[in-house]
Structures are given as C-alpha cells and as structure tokens.
C-alpha cells in the first residue's frame, strides 16, 4: 500500500509549532505541512474530529499561518495598492477578507486583513508567507514598517460551542466599552487579557462554524491550549479535518482552488472587490479583473457533489459528455453531507447549479452535479 | 498461512488461491476509509503492481498485488460498508481473492513475525 504523502521532507528539515510537545503528547501525528511538522489527524480521527467540530467545538492549531503587523501613516491606503478591498474604510476592530493580487490580477495569497485600532493586522498562508512578506517588503514606501510576529502563536476555536468555552475563560476586554467576548460579531476583533497575557482575538475561522482566532505569544500558548482542552467540550483537531471542514463550507484553499494563474471573479470572490474599488479601481490586475466582473469570467469555481461514494481528488478532469470543461481543485469526501464532494473550475457555459457533469477518476467515469456552496450550511453569528 | 509485505498488505494461502487485504497498521495509518475499489473478476494482477485503491477521507492510496495472479472474487461487502477496512482489516475487510500464477513468488514476503518486528521499526 502507498500513501500519497504529502512530502518526504524529512523531519530535521521542518520547523516546529510552539505547541509541538502538546500535539505530540495528545497523540497528533505529524506530517510536513507549509515547512512544519503539524498535527494531520489524533487518535479520533479526520472523520471523528470533523463532526466534534460541527457539533462540539475544536481547537486547532494554526501557528504555521502569517501574522503580520503593518503601521505607519497611511498603510491602509498602500495595502489597496497591493490588494482589492477598502480598507481605508474598515473600521476600527473589523475584519475582511482580501486578496493579495499580482500585477497581472492572479492571486498570490489570500488573507485576513484587521483594524486593530492602531496598526493593521494581517494574517496570510502558512505555504506563503516568506513570499508575501519579500512581496510587501520589497514595495514598502518608507513610514511604513511591516512586522512579522514569529513569537506569536494562533489559534482557532470552531465550533458551535466555542462561545460558551470563550466566555467562561474570564477573558477581560482590554479597552472601554469593548464587548465581551461573548458578544463579538462574526468578522469582528478586540484585545482581551488572560492571566494577565494580551490575546488578540477575532471572530472568525475557516471551518463554516462559527467560533475564534486567538493570536497568543508563544509562550502563553501552551497553558492557554491546555486551558481550553480542559473544556469538555474541546477536542484538538488536525489538519485533515481541516481541509473537510473547510472544503464542505465552500472555502477555496491557497495553493489548491487559487493560484497566480486564477483571478478572483473566476474564483467565486467578487464579494473581496470592496464597493469603492470597483469603482475606483488601482489594484493590481484591475483592468482584467473589472473586465471579467462586467462581462463574466470564462471558467467558474463551482460546487460538485458525486454519486455513489467514490471521491474524486485535485487534478481530476471534468466532462460534459466527451467534452473536457474542467479540473477538480479540491476534492474528497465531506463527512457531513456523507458523500464526495468537489470543487472544481469549470467552462462557464457548464457552471450553472443542476449541470449534470462526469469526473474522470482513474478511467472511470463518476457522474457529478454542479450545486451551489457551501455545501454544509454555514453557522456565524452574524 | 499468512504472509506480509513491506507495503502493509497481507495474503492467506490455500492451496493456489488467496485471499489479499490490507494490515492493521495500514487501516491505522489511512483513517477512516470511505470507498474501497477492488479489481475486477478476471483481471491479471502483477506482483509489487497496483491492484486495488483505497479511499480515506483525505487521501487516496494504491494497494498492491504481494504475489500475481488471477482475480477470481473481490469483497462485495466493502461496498456498502468500506469500514470493514478500518473494523476488521484482517478478516471481513478482505479485498480479493487471486488464484496464484507462481507460487514461488511467495518466498520474498515477510511471516507474520517478522512483519510484527518490521512494523516496530517504522
């Protein structure tokens, strides 16, 4: 038997998470992961975990991702030279969603962009991040400075009981007239004291549930871990459910659904094109990217779901009749909707929802229909 | 008697015919199985060569003939419960059965010693 690995990167090679001890110690095994040895699945397993996740809450340990602080004056205005969104406009303790674009439109990364009050906190992919900070470095004007918080862990608690666990923490807000952390709204961030640690906390995630990110120092990390897995609520939860939780809530992955070689109206993520920008434009790939919002992109992201059982993964083409449409991005089976699920960029004229579609898998062909996403529904509070 | 490959699959022989699945470890490693595909009645399978495929939630892996052979029945039950991989690897999760084409073939794999001191490696 042989295991697509994800690399045979051996382990010496691969940084460690500040929570590496813990994942070991609760049974996570280890895989190389965006240049770290990270938690792929503990002993319940990616199905197990997964469905903890949508009814329970997990605690996962994304630490591998790019926090980033960027200050100065007018950095929000520089950062839309880079990026579509309005940023400009976000208001103090608000986050959005947005894209970091090449010159020619394609997508270098995607990332959390939040006002903290002060300065802008960005967090950005694990697999990219050197990339992006050589990206922003190399076009910073001076005034600005660009600070990557590698002494920072960050985590997430998803699920739909996160904010009961957040709110017995004792969390204190750090300012007046900030909420409790109970009281957060989706896309929403605040400053919280624990045990006298400063936790930059937003409400937010990637998992379709709602729940928390929770940027730390590294040295806190462990006992505030410890803390929440106490809950018995709390399970730790590996990258493999991840990748399911995330896929079934309609979440493109970087480096897998969005490429340089993709621009985000093809990518379903016109929504990250802030209103102001579309008018005004001055992003990067704004004539191309302009164009295909008005006279609609060639190839689509689209939703799939398979009969039968067999999963289709990424690569795998897309046919209508003899006819190849398109290719499987993101693929596998989505342990809540109990099916194979797939995501996948196809020829515009075959992306309608209800589009009866086959996929390739090794010569067969498995018959599939375009739906809309997510294909779980989705639970923030809004 | 039963034998082992260093891929983690196992094979009981009776006579010329045999029946093929995965181990215990293998099971562990992939996770929650959730589509098994067996191959054909009929079909030739060559050793060390790709014979079977088994789906987990995250990834897909090949399943390899230890020896060759004919393919002369495959697991039924795995398609409606692919689990039977992960629950009893060893027994009802069985994948195919091959009437062997050379029995000589069998003297590279491991007995289940040494596969058991062979896992205590990995």
Redesign the interface.
């Known amino acids: 038997m042989a295991q697509d690995n994800m690399s045979q990167k051996s382990e010496t090679d691969l940084k460690l998470l500040p929570l590496d001890g813990l994942h070991r110690a609760l049974g996570g095994r280890m895989v190389p992961f965006a240049g770290y040895a990270m938690p792929v699945q503990y002993p319940a397993g990616v199905m197990a975990e997964h469905l903890w996740t949508r009814a329970e809450a997990g605690l996962f340990d994304v630490s591998h991702m790019g926090q980033l602080l960027l200050e100065g004056e007018g950095a929000a205005r520089w950062l839309e030279s880079l990026a579509p969104g309005d940023f400009a406009g976000l208001l103090p303790h608000r986050s959005r969603y947005s894209l970091l674009l090449a010159d020619d439109g394609g997508i270098l990364d995607d990332l959390m962009v939040t006002n903290s009050g002060t300065t802008l906190y960005l967090v950005v992919n694990g697999a990219t991040k050197h990339h992006d900070i050589l990206h922003m470095r190399s076009r910073l004007p001076s005034g600005l400075t660009l600070t990557y918080l590698d002494d920072h862990a960050l985590l997430a608690l998803q699920g739909p009981a996160a904010v009961g666990v957040m709110a017995r923490l004792g969390l204190v807000p750090d300012t007046d007239g900030q909420p409790a952390v109970e009281g957060m709204k989706f896309m929403t961030a605040g400053r919280y004291v624990w045990r006298g640690e400063k936790l930059g906390i937003t409400r937010s995630g990637y998992t379709g549930e709602d729940g928390y990110e929770i940027s730390l120092p590294a040295a806190a990390a462990e006992a505030f871990a410890e803390t929440l897995l106490a809950e018995r609520h709390v399970k730790p939860i590996g990258l493999g459910a991840r990748d399911s939780l995330r896929l079934e809530a309609g979440l493109p992955l970087y480096g897998h659904d969005l490429t340089p070689a993709i621009e985000p109206v093809e990518a379903g993520l016109a929504f990250a094109i802030s209103k102001r920008r579309k008018v005004e434009g001055g992003f990067p790939g704004a004539e191309r990217i302009l164009k295909a919002l008005l006279e609609g992109p060639a190839r689509k992201r689209v939703g799939l779901r398979l009969d039968g059982r067999q999963p289709a993964r990424e690569g795998a083409s897309v046919f209508a009749g003899t006819q190849q449409v398109g290719v499987v991005t993101s693929g596998g089976f989505g342990p809540s909707v109990g099916a194979p699920i797939a995501m996948a960029y196809v020829a515009a004229a075959h992306a309608a929802d209800g589009t009866q579609l086959d996929i390739d898998v090794r010569g067969k062909r498995l018959a599939a229909t375009v739906v809309p996403m997510p294909f779980s529904p989705k639970n923030y509070a809004r | 008697m039963r034998y082992f490959t260093k891929?983690?699959?196992w094979i009981d022989v009776a006579g010329s015919v045999a029946t093929v699945g995965?181990t215990d470890y293998?099971q562990a490693?992939?996770?929650?199985v959730?589509?098994v595909?067996v191959p054909d009645v009929g079909r030739m399978v060559e050793a060390g060569k790709e014979a079977a495929?088994?789906?987990?939630?995250?990834?897909?892996?090949?399943?390899?003939a230890p020896v060759s052979g004919s393919v002369t029945e495959s697991n039924a039950a795995l398609t409606d419960d692919?689990g039977l991989v992960n629950s009893a690897p060893e027994s009802d999760g069985w994948f195919f059965r091959l009437s062997l084409s050379d029995p000589g073939e069998l003297t590279g794999l491991m007995d289940e010693a040494a596969y058991q001191a062979f896992v205590a490696t990995l």
């Open positions: 891929d983690h699959e995965i293998a490693q992939l996770g929650d959730v589509f595909e495929v088994v789906e987990s939630v995250k990834a897909a892996s090949e399943v390899y692919p």
